[in-house]
């Protein structure tokens, strides 16, 4: 029998600051991104949301009341502060693991000795705003979106620069640190002027190129994480490939998880994402159809309640077509990876729940409740499709089993959003 799980992430699309905010992200305190994008944009019209169920998680009043056909709950975060890198892989499995915390200016020259014993020029172009320039076209800094001292980052621009060989200089950097993530990155139509004039300093003094400004994700846009302690060989995707299923990871998705002969499409487009996952639940017939929207997060680290609001509704534009192409044996999960409010103050993540949607034509509607991690979404897909164990997380299949199996389907999903 075949099976499909399609995992669906909307990028930082938190619902409320964990209990223990106040000690890794005390700014958090208060934060919840999808509530507060509500009360920014009153307009927002998310019909299919809300007939999954998402006001049963929000209790927002400007959100209908409707009759849910998801089931639903929130999951916790286990990995440390709140970052994309790590909740994916704790998505898809993985145990967090405790990094090295440092900001790079602590590991600046044991890089550069790494880097010039490998042949490369490197040299620090401003002292007090200290980053490394190499060859020239490559910025390795700080990573000054996210928390401190997790990551750092290896920017080029790729018109000046093949990106195998930046991929070489982020490598040779991942081997010489020990933080959570080396992120290599680059865009076309960029130059390196433009890239060094893009680096700045944040308030808690990281160092590093603003990389929406330096304007790498408009065009040729290509990205490789580095992650510290990641064992794909437990992830879900892995175990499904590894089993002779079919694996596409698309969107953000790709670029942050490995799986070995997955069927990959980047793009940071929220409407392209969403064709990708039509798309393969065409071509998928039994396996992981796992996507992640981006574009949410990075309005909310522009504090662009609007644009924000705009990707949530796109995403909800394409939910009826999703639900329609789902068989019988599919199993649809919604959920985000941390949050990252746009009104909360300032413009990294937060350490936010996330929300928790589940759907499947053949099982009612039952209240998942509080999870301890986002693991629980891979160790209820492994479960689902037979597969072994993944390394954390608990499986929910049982709480979703004692939803009633239904003879027809009864609902409707709003085609006209």
């Not at 909740?87 to 880097?115: C, S, W």
């Not at 139509?189 to 944040?202: A, C, G, I, K």
């Not at 002969?261 to 392209?272: I, S």
């Amino acid at each position: 029998m075949n099976k499909r799980v399609i995992i669906i992430i909307l990028d930082s699309l938190g619902v409320g600051y964990m209990e223990d905010a106040k000690d890794y992200h005390p700014l958090d305190v208060g934060a919840n991104t999808f509530y507060h994008i509500i009360d920014a944009v009153p307009s927002l019209k998310i019909p299919n949301f809300e007939r999954l169920g998402i006001n049963k998680i929000l209790h927002h009043p400007k959100l209908k009341n409707v009759d849910n056909i998801a089931s639903y709950g929130v999951l916790n975060l286990m990995h440390q502060g709140a970052d994309s890198f790590e909740g994916h892989n704790e998505i898809m499995g993985t145990k967090p693991k405790k990094a090295y915390l440092a900001p790079f200016v602590e590991n600046m020259d044991q890089v550069k000795r790494a880097l010039e014993k490998e042949g490369y020029k490197v040299t620090i172009p401003n002292p007090e705003l200290p980053y490394l320039l190499v060859n020239d076209l490559v910025i390795v800094a700080d990573n000054i979106e996210t928390d401190y001292g997790q990551i750092y980052n290896v920017s080029a621009p790729l018109d000046y620069i093949p990106f195998e060989e930046v991929l070489k200089i982020g490598q040779c950097v991942r081997k010489n640190v020990k933080v959570n993530r080396v992120i290599v990155l680059g865009g076309e139509n960029v130059t390196p002027e433009h890239l060094q004039r893009s680096v700045e300093r944040r308030e808690d003094g990281l160092v590093g190129v603003n990389s929406p400004k330096s304007n790498v994700y408009k065009q040729g846009y290509q990205v490789r994480h580095l992650g510290f302690g990641i064992s794909p060989e437990f992830q879900l995707p892995t175990l499904a490939k590894k089993s002779g299923m079919e694996v596409s990871l698309i969107g953000k998705m790709q670029d942050v998880i490995y799986c070995e002969g997955a069927n990959r499409f980047p793009g940071v487009d929220t409407e392209q994402v969403m064709k990708d996952i039509l798309h393969e639940m065409d071509n998928v017939k039994h396996g992981v159809i796992a996507a992640t929207v981006q574009e949410t997060d990075l309005a909310g680290h522009a504090q662009n309640p609007a644009r924000y609001a705009d990707r949530i509704e796109v995403v909800d534009r394409y939910l009826p077509e999703i639900l329609e192409k789902m068989t019988e044996q599919d199993l649809l999960i919604m959920s985000a990876d941390h949050g990252n409010d746009p009104t909360i103050g300032h413009s990294q993540h937060t350490r936010e729940k996330t929300y928790l949607l589940v759907y499947h034509k053949q099982i009612s509607p039952v209240k998942i409740g509080e999870r301890k991690t986002l693991s629980d979404i891979a160790a209820t897909s492994a479960e689902y499709l037979g597969l072994n164990k993944t390394e954390n997380g608990t499986s929910f299949l049982q709480i979703l089993q004692k939803g009633k199996r239904r003879l027809t389907d009864v609902f409707t999903i709003d085609n006209k959003a």
